[in-house]
């Protein structure tokens, strides 16, 4: 696999990406002392926490005779475990400090109780060099989600250390398949001696494309991963971008993709255009194919970066066709989601602006213009960088319908997601929104694009960039629902 430079022009960072639109203060928690919001049940019986230790630990992120990497993991491994709950079950979960950094964990599309939220400054305290905080989360809907840090002014370092991991609500009745496979992407910023380059407070990456790698890894390892299949075997791919910053587009090579979830939530199925999909940090698909019947066919999945990385490579094999496959007849969607609403009352609608501005600026020769830009707070949102003792962006009742209009000012692709509920993209007249539900919204640059949603989760709520260093200078904001 080549060497992804860490450094793009304009073309190799940005290109792709304008159509992506297709698609009061800080309140210290803790697990024991989160109570039902209000209408909300009981939460149900959990079983004993599972331990999650984040610690420094060493792993071999290029192929050999490349030396290990020093990095962060969740018990041992980068990423961390794939964490796995039933619909209607409570996982605690008891992260343990074992990193010189404090730490929270984000659940990343995940709607549940606000002080489980897992911001650090804002829903909860951070939790400090070795010591503890347990979560408990009862999941309203299945799906795949990303854990990961967040916290405020601090997450990129955690995160660009390894520390994310995926988050599978299991079905009541999940689809036949062959295989359930989690595809975790992560992005390493690595110098020829294999070390991670450092963090610095302040840097010319954080006022522009983020902290872009020099390496993809799948699942933790070089790409790409091989998958050894029955012929004709049905496949569920549970497909997360975990990158600091890096935005790119999948492409689907000799295999028919459908689209069965976005960001978690399901939708009619649906083949992706050109075999392609966009995948910014935080998104998630989950996408069912069938291998082809011949033995020694193969398909893969591949990032469109440069000429192309295949990130996972399906072979059929022989030795493998005498295995009886658990299923068959044509892929049909997922079962709705029954607690998302149909459709959102726009005309009794609660309406906000976001208008995002600042960073570097990119000239007529694709270089960046630093000039007349403050490095500690580069990016502004409504004229300012988030704070949780300030104004929020809205406060409305319990049950409200929301539009908000996000305007990028900026000369970059703004990925943005909101905590705590999932919302329609909205047709450029307000006429109508896209089938699917979100959780994460791209904004191409000079754009402007709605989002709606019924605000019907308690609490305090974050509108944040999935580009962690831009985050951690700043860009975000938040809402009350009442």
């Known amino acids: 696999m080549p060497e992804i430079k860490a450094r793009p022009n304009r073309r190799q960072a940005l290109a792709g990406l304008a159509g992506l639109a297709t698609l009061a203060g800080t309140t210290p928690t803790r697990a024991q002392d989160a109570t039902p919001a209000p209408g909300q049940p009981a939460e149900p019986a959990a079983t004993a926490a599972r331990e999650l230790t984040a610690a420094p630990g060493k792993t071999r992120l290029r192929p050999s005779p490349a030396t290990e990497s020093e990095i962060w993991s969740f018990d041992g491994n980068a990423p961390g475990p794939t964490l796995r709950v039933k619909l209607g079950e409570t996982l605690r979960i008891r992260l343990l400090n074992r990193t010189d950094k404090p730490l929270s964990l984000h659940w990343h599309g995940l709607r549940h109780d606000q002080t489980m939220d897992g911001v650090g400054g804002f829903s909860q305290e951070p939790v400090a060099p070795g010591d503890s905080f347990e979560y408990r989360l009862t999941p309203r809907d299945p799906g795949s989600y990303l854990y990961r840090p967040l916290l405020l002014g601090g997450s990129s370092e955690p995160a660009g250390r390894g520390l994310s991991g995926l988050l599978v609500v299991e079905e009541k009745e999940p689809p036949a398949v062959d295989l359930d496979l989690p595809v975790l992407v992560g992005d390493w910023l690595l110098g020829d001696d294999h070390k991670l380059l450092p963090f610095p407070a ?16 799948v699942n933790g390892k070089p790409p790409p991963e091989r998958i050894g299949l029955t012929p004709g075997a049905r496949v569920r791919l549970r497909l997360a971008n975990a990158c600091n910053a890096r935005i790119m587009r999948l492409r689907f090579d000799g295999l028919k993709a459908f689209v069965v979830a976005v960001d978690g939530q399901p939708t009619e199925t649906f083949e992706p255009v050109r075999a392609q999909l966009p995948f910014a940090p935080g998104t998630r698909y989950d996408v069912i194919f069938d291998m082809p019947e011949e033995n020694g066919a193969s398909a893969s999945v591949t990032a469109l970066i440069g000429p192309g990385m295949p990130l996972v490579r399906f072979v059929s094999e022989a030795g493998k066709s005498a295995v009886q496959r658990k299923a068959s007849g044509p892929i049909a969607a997922l079962a709705p989601n029954p607690a998302l609403p149909a459709a959102v009352r726009l005309q009794n609608a609660s309406r906000a602006e976001i208008i995002v501005e600042g960073g570097a600026k ?6 960046l213009d630093l000039s007349g830009v403050d490095q500690a707070r580069p990016w502004r949102l409504n004229g300012t960088t988030g704070d949780p003792q300030g104004k929020p962006l809205l406060s409305v009742r319990r049950g409200t319908p929301v539009v908000i209009g996000i305007t990028n000012k900026t000369d970059f692709l703004q990925p943005f997601h909101v905590h705590g509920h999932s919302f329609r993209l909205l047709h450029p007249l307000d006429d109508g929104w896209e089938p699917y539900f979100l959780d994460t919204v791209q904004i191409p640059e000079g754009k402007r694009l709605h989002i709606a949603f019924i605000a019907d989760n308690p609490g305090r709520w974050l509108i944040s960039s999935t580009v962690l ?3 951690d200078l700043g860009l975000w904001t938040w809402f009350e629902v009442i």
């Open 362 to 367: 990119i000239d007529a020769d694709n270089k």
């Open 202 to 217: 302040t840097a010319q990456e954080g006022v522009a494309a983020g902290r872009l790698g020099s390496w993809l890894t």
């Open 469 to 471: 260093e831009r985050f």
